[in-house]
């Protein structure tokens, strides 16, 4: 299945709206955004404590693909 030009703006509409509510001023990877958006975890990843979450954040640094990523998300929001 092939993403439109559309369909990830809108993503990345909702992603950025999504990111100004939460963050703060704090960066989040892009990565690691979409990967929350994807499994709809974007609430979950900011209900954790700010270590937790930066915890989370130094990991992604490692993360090689995109899948290794939406894997990562998705054994943090199933814990």
Do not use: R
């Not at 704090?26 to 975890?41: I, R």
């Amino acid at each position: 299945m092939k993403t439109s030009v559309t369909q990830v703006c809108s993503l990345w509409k909702g992603m950025v709206i999504k990111m100004v509510k939460y963050t703060s001023g704090s960066e989040l990877p892009v990565g690691l955004g979409l990967a929350l958006e994807q499994y709809n975890a974007m609430d979950h990843f900011f209900s954790l404590s700010a270590e937790t979450q930066q915890q989370i954040i130094d990991h992604t640094q490692t993360i090689q693909s995109k899948n290794e990523m939406l894997n990562y998300v998705q054994s943090i929001v199933t814990k």
